[in-house]
């Protein structure tokens, strides 16, 4: 089992930036590829930004491309979303997801491990 925590949520006008960071724990070598996902109210959970465990390979929703960064610390069993520039319609509920295998993945489906998710509330 791998459990995630994440941090880092609250509210930010718009325009300013927020990091989100998860901690990762347990069987945390089964936590090959992580990702960030958003759920706002009404609407499907949406993969933000997804990496693989070297760092290597990354994806971004094309929504927060040139915005958000994805980054992870091994050594810590840390992976980070660095948001900039952000926009109202990036409000929702952000979760942490970690999976086995390398593939770069987006669908919440083929992720086993999910955090408790962290708000995040831009006003405008």
């Known amino acids: 089992q791998v459990q995630l925590v994440e941090s880092g949520g609250g509210l930010v006008q718009a325009g300013g930036s927020l990091r989100l960071s998860c901690a990762a724990s347990g069987r945390t070598a089964s936590a090959e590829t992580m990702g960030w996902f958003r759920q706002a109210p009404g609407k499907e959970r949406e993969a933000v930004a997804v990496i693989n465990w070297s760092g290597s390979s990354t994806y971004y929703a094309d929504s927060v491309k040139g915005r958000f960064t994805i980054s992870r610390d091994n050594a810590k069993n840390m992976v980070y979303l660095q948001m900039n520039s952000l926009k109202s319609e990036d409000t929702a509920v952000y979760l942490c997801?970690?999976?086995?295998?390398?593939?770069?993945?987006?669908?919440?489906?083929?992720?086993?491990?999910w955090g408790q998710g962290t708000q995040v509330t831009v006003s405008p």
């Open positions: 997801a970690a999976k086995t295998g390398v593939a770069l993945t987006t669908g919440p489906n083929s992720f086993r491990y």
